[in-house]
Every structure is written in C-alpha cells, then in structure tokens.
C-alpha cells in the first residue's frame, strides 16, 4: 500500500472549521483516498473517499491536489463529537486488495 | 441506519482456551473482515472473506485463528488456543463490495486473555 503521512495531533475549537491534511506523494492512479475516524473507545468509522475530484458528503468535504500528492479532510463546524483520530488510507480499487491499512492517524481534539 | 453488531462487548478466557468472537454484517454485504487493536497500537487487518473462502490473511492471522460463516447472517473469527499477546479489541467490519467501497466497523470485541 502507498504510504501515507499525516501530522500527529491537531486542535481545534468548537464550531470552527478543520482542516485535517494528508501527503500521499506515491500515489498510484488507481488509489482511491479514504478518510476514517476513530471516536474513543470505538471501531472505525467511515468518513468519506475519493479519486480526483474533490467530494462532499453529510459528514466532511474532502479536497484533493490537483496532482493527488496530497488531500485535506475538512470539518466544516467542528463539535465535540468531532474528537477522534482521523485515518488517512489509500486503497488499490482495481486490485485485489481488501484491506484498510491504518497508520497511526491524526489525534484531533476539539476545545468547548 | 443498519450497522455490524458483535458479540460478546467483553470475553476474558484463559491462556490456552480457545474463544470465538460473532459479528453479524451488515444483511446485504458481501464482503467480511477481522481487525484487531492492541491497546494503544495501530488498527490491524487480520483477514478478509468472500464468498465462503478467505480472500486475504495477513501474518497475524496464523493456524491459530479461522473464521466461518456458518449461516447467512454470522462471521465468526476462531482463536484455538490463545496467547497473552491476543489481548486486544477484535473489530469485525462489512462492505458491499471491494475495492474503493467503505467498510462498515462494529463496536467490537475487547478480548482479554489471563
């Protein structure tokens, strides 16, 4: 799997937006980007994915590079719910690759 | 929403008993997997299943673990004998299909072994 890096804590306050970035710089051109979360104390939980063009869903926007070296998840409001460790991934979607392959994450901590 | 469930939230066992972690998926996924989380480490795979047959394992998943579905609705992991190093939270996840599709977690299973 192509690496992934991405800082280890970041901090934010309650109702301002995030940015969570991630460097991918081996991108391959059939890796989708996936972005988990892990809440305290619970599984995974999926965030949002994409390939080139940038995404948004209930939960994020997800913004991607033009040349997809790199991504940045946003947070549009933060709340305290939002207080996890966010999960940058690249999977393989032609191959026979199933797996997620979690990193270390980025720690994100909401402040009231 | 539907979501994974698994059973049981909690197992302690000793060293050396065998345990057997459920997960009931997702109704119409197709696509089942095991991970596993030490505390305070990484979100580990452990193997993947697909129309009856594992798919993918990684070294982790040695002859000490297998997994089974025995009907249409339970995905069991197998542990035949377990070490004090499988403590760990056993999560189960579904997905619809592979490739760039999210799979759905469960809450897990934290297993402790004595």
């Known amino acids: 799997d192509a690496k992934t890096t991405q800082p280890n804590s970041m901090e934010s306050n309650e109702e301002e937006p995030v940015h969570l970035p991630c460097n991918h710089s081996?991108?391959?051109?059939?890796?989708?980007i996936h972005w988990y979360r892990q809440l305290p104390s619970q599984g995974p939980e999926y965030v949002i994915h994409?390939?080139?063009s940038n995404v948004n869903n209930r939960m994020a926007s997800l913004a991607i590079a033009e040349d997809r070296k790199s991504s940045t998840l946003i947070l549009h409001r933060a709340t305290l719910r939002d207080a996890a460790v966010y999960y940058c991934?690249?999977?393989?979607?032609?191959?026979?690759?199933?797996?997620?392959?979690f990193g270390k994450g980025t720690l994100l901590t909401v402040n009231p | 929403e539907p979501e994974v469930t698994q059973t049981p939230s909690h197992q302690v066992t000793q060293m050396g008993q065998e345990v057997i972690l459920r997960c009931v998926p997702i109704?119409?996924?197709?696509?089942f997997y095991w991970y596993r989380q030490i505390l305070g480490q990484k979100v580990e795979f452990l193997v993947s299943?697909?129309?009856?047959?594992?798919?993918?394992k990684s070294e982790i998943f040695d002859d000490q673990f297998s997994v089974e579905r025995p009907d249409g609705s339970n995905f069991t992991l197998k542990i035949r004998s377990t070490k004090l190093e499988d403590s760990a939270m056993y999560f189960c996840?579904?997905?619809?299909?592979?490739?760039?599709?999210?799979?759905?977690f469960g809450p897990g299973t934290r297993l402790t072994v004595t």
């Open positions: 996840a579904s997905s619809v299909l592979r490739g760039s599709y999210e799979q759905y």
């Open positions: 081996t991108i391959s051109g059939t890796d989708y």
């Open positions: 994409g390939l080139t």
């Open positions: 991934i690249l999977r393989d979607g032609g191959g026979s690759n199933y797996k997620l392959t």
């Open positions: 109704s119409n996924h197709l696509y």
């Open positions: 299943f697909y129309n009856n047959e594992i798919s993918e």
